[in-house]
């Protein structure tokens, strides 16, 4: 009797273990391109392509409005640059939790790698989905998401010698930087935490008996770093930065992140920027064979990905914009006495001015490129061009490689 009693018991067991569907939880953080500054505008711009048509209409629900989640939610902390004004936007997952304007809990009209992430991901599991996403502009991995492992911020003393030049208050500035030191690192971990001491209120679905699970990390991140001249000085061969700290401090994230949320083999995913595109310069070259750098460490094979999102970057938009870059240029010029202005002895008058910029720009760049730059593009370079494309292709390669790492495991 007693081993009939203990077969039931296992095999009743089982089959709750079998039909647990525990929340699957993704950690989406970084700075402004995490945020995401492509309109849904420019989401017609996906269907010119046959390679990402397929794409669009994944991002598109019968109605032709924007796709939403059926098994998918987020959590998205935002806020000002200085982060005193943080607000949380929740739902299911849809478009509109890009960057956001004055008021972080309303949606902004763009998207980042959030949207297709989460769908590839709602399209791929059979557990709920939540997504919890913490992102600002203009947040360095050197000071701001500084990990607790790499230690205070030290000046360097070519750096203290350079305020010195300029007659900064020393003490000041390292009060300064101490204070700022790791503080959207901690408002990240906290709002993790946050969101996770009660999954049901951003999830209907969420289950207590079935519990979650944090299933992955994806990063992307890296312009700030990418031009902070002053932590990270000129390299060996005086043409690059020396973006070594960049690799230690990024490995010290990882460690942190899992050792802060108790995963100690959680996927990580590094989105390695790819502003400029394939073409970018050596210096950006220099510093995106950094950020990969950790996924090679031996302490980090098969749970630590780095993905390249040059690839995706829209080179022919990125034509246009840099004749749109010549017509600011010569916009400026206009309006000084420069020796190579058009109007350097200033006798144009202002609709001269105009009329003259005109005439420059039709011959620059043609009615065709004009539409192709409306249609495609919603924001500056830094920022992918803001083009949805783009995002959408990162989100989905984000996708992919967090499922590669889950299936491993």
Known sequence: MKTTVAILTSMLLATVI????????????????MEGHARVETFDYIGDDPATAPLLKMMRGPDGKPAVAENAWISYLTGHYEGNANGEGTGKLTAGYGARGSNPTQDGGKIGPEFTFGLAM????????????????GRSLNTEFR????????????????????????EAAKAKKAKETGRFYRYMIDHVKSALADPKRVCPDYQPADGYEISGFIWLQGFNDLVDGGTYPSGPDGKTRDYSKYSEWLADFIRD???DL?????????????VDGL????GTVAFRKA????????????NVAAVETAPFWAEELDAIDQKRAKINQMAHLLKVKDKNSPNKDGSMDEAQQKEYLKKFEAEL????????????????????????????????AFAEANLMMMKGR
Not at 126 to 135: C, G, N, S
Not at 292 to 300: I, K, M, N, Q
């Open 147 to 170: 990990p607790p492992s790499a230690g205070p911020y030290e000046f360097s003393e070519a750096q203290i010698a350079q305020m010195q030049k300029q007659g900064k208050d020393i």
């Open 257 to 259: 992140v899992r050792k």
């Open 291 to 302: 950020m990969a750098a950790p996924a090679s460490l031996p302490e980090f094979k098969g």
């Open 262 to 274: 108790k995963t100690p083999k959680m996927p990580f995913v590094i989105g390695v920027l790819g």
């Open 365 to 396: 760049i043609s009615p065709e490129e004009a539409a192709k730059w409306a249609r495609g593009a919603s924001n500056a370079g830094y920022h992918y061009l803001g083009c949805a494309k783009t995002f959408a292709l990162m989100g989905k």
């Open 279 to 282: 073409d970018a310069n050596a």
């Open 122 to 137: 709602d399209a791929a599991l059979e557990e709920p989905v939540l997504l919890i996403k913490t992102a600002w502009g």
């Open 18 to 33: 079998a039909e647990a569907k525990p929340l699957k939880v993704f950690i989406l953080a970084g700075q402004s391109n």
